[in-house]
């Protein structure tokens, strides 16, 4: 503070008001028209002579920067040829440098909106998890609505607009570091100016250089999630292309999956048709079919289950002029079943391995049971279940002696032993009963060496054929 010891002129009209020390610029105003002042000291001593009577003088003390009311004002400095004095062109350079710094601050608040907009537009990327990501993609689409806003909606056109706003960026910080070296001369800034500039436009660098890094890792991220949604889009679609690909084979010329049945027409070694279900462990079993031959001598092997170690698992057969046996763990029963003769008949056979007790059911009517056939014994899984043929190991080596000659149906295969009325009514097709282990239908079923697969008749037809 500059006190005379008489009271001071008061500024010539004209000049302009100090500003205030609570404003950078304002005290750096003053810092600057200080030094001016203190540099032209012996100009100043001149016109204090004319002004000031002789033996004035003036005392300098320090005042605090709050004290913004306590300043002497500055001396004006007389124009010379018109040009602007220098602490004027210090304040117009001080103003430009904050209006510098303005914009500065508003080109970060753009980037720091437009990153919250992109952040929160993967957030609603993310949150559409739980769905279908490409369904609800396409439904949002459909209705016309843009999901991403101002961006692209492919995720390529995406990561390349980031690519470009993210250089966008360095170079507009390039091109202002340009302008800043062009119209500012650091010489002839205050030093302690000079530095807090320098030190000002350091934490912008590094702010920006740190919103470029997140939208990078964004960018990142978004490739990621793209990469993500397409491996499920496409694990999505091939397991839909599968199913597609699975009811095409399985759908046939038949009204429904089960109205069909296999021609055996020939007694040799390669007619067959094999189940593609293999058995569990079995502790009891029901196994029902309508089948029609005229073969002789027997009509040959319905059905054979062979497993590892054990060909003769499950058997069914009519072998030259013995009776229909049932084989189980290569242990024989002979059934009184009499089927030979050219018509439809409905067969069922139960079996528990609780003292070995079987059933034998034709059209619907028990004609025989026994017991002590393989007790205690389980049916072994795994195995391989074939139609028309005996096997002498699993799934081959086929005897044309022993091939069934005909026609078979509905072969169903039950883990229990039904009930004699719920067989009744299978017989006479008043109930339709697939099996929970093997049920008969079309896409369960091979056919072999010429065995075919036609429409079979009625449930009704069959009945009338007995």
């Given amino acids: 503070s500059c006190q005379p010891r008489r009271p001071a002129r008061p500024p010539p009209r004209g000049v302009p008001s100090e500003p205030s020390l609570r404003s950078p610029a304002g005290m750096l105003a003053v810092v600057a028209g200080l030094l001016l002042a203190l540099a032209a000291g012996g100009r100043g001593s001149a016109a204090g002579d004319q002004e000031s009577p002789p033996g004035s003088r003036f005392v300098c003390t320090s005042l605090p920067l709050d004290a913004a009311g306590a300043g002497c004002p500055l001396p004006p400095v007389p124009m010379q040829g018109g040009a602007l004095p220098p602490e004027e062109e210090l304040k117009a350079t001080v103003l430009q440098l904050r209006e510098t710094v303005l914009q500065q601050k508003e080109t970060i608040g753009s980037q720091r909106e437009a990153i919250r907009e992109l952040t929160g537009k993967l957030s609603r990327c993310e949150s559409a998890d739980g769905k279908s990501a490409t369904g609800t993609w396409k439904k949002e689409l459909g209705k016309g609505k843009d ?11 995406v ?102 049945k296999v021609s055996l027409p020939l007694r040799t070694n390669y007619l067959y048709g094999k189940i593609k279900k293999t058995l569990p462990e079995l502790y009891a079993f029901t196994v029902c079919l309508w089948l029609r031959s005229s073969a002789s001598p027997g009509i040959g092997t319905p059905f054979s289950y062979a497993v590892p170690g054990q060909a003769n698992e499950i058997v069914l057969i009519e072998w030259g002029n013995n009776p229909i046996e049932l ?75 022993q091939a069934f000659v005909g026609e078979m149906s509905q072969f169903n295969i039950w883990d229990r032993v039904l009930k004699a009325e719920d067989i009744m009514n299978i017989a006479n097709c008043s109930t339709n009963m697939p099996g929970n282990i093997i049920p008969w239908v079309d896409n369960n079923v091979d056919v072999f060496g010429g065995a075919t697969k036609w429409p079979v008749e009625t449930c009704e037809e069959r009945l009338l054929d007995l």
């Fill in 147 to 157: 999901t991403m806003g101002d961006l692209p909606r492919d995720p390529a056109q």
């Fill in 159 to 260: 990561i390349d607009q980031l690519s470009r706003t993210m250089q966008t960026l360095k170079d507009r910080l390039e091109s202002l570091e340009h302008q800043l070296r062009a119209n500012v001369s650091y010489a002839a800034l205050p030093n302690d100016l000079r530095e807090m500039l320098q030190r000002r436009l350091g934490d912008l660098e590094r702010q920006l250089l740190s919103k470029v890094a997140e939208l990078e890792d964004e960018k990142s991220l978004l490739h990621n999630e793209t990469s993500a949604h397409r491996q499920k889009t496409e694990t999505a679609l091939n397991a839909l292309l599968e199913r597609v690909s699975e009811l095409e084979k399985g759908n046939s010329a038949f009204k429904s999956p089960d109205e069909f």
């Fill in 327 to 401: 084989l189980i763990n290569d242990k024989v029963a002979q059934l009184p079943l009499f089927i030979s003769d050219g018509k439809w008949h409905h067969i069922c056979i139960t079996w528990t391995t609780r003292d070995g007790m079987w059933e034998a059911f034709q059209d619907g009517e028990k004609l025989g049971t026994g017991e002590n056939l393989a007790p205690w014994h389980p049916i072994k899984p795994g195995g391989v279940l074939i139609l028309g043929q005996e096997q002498d190991t699993v799934g081959g080596r086929f005897d044309a002696t």
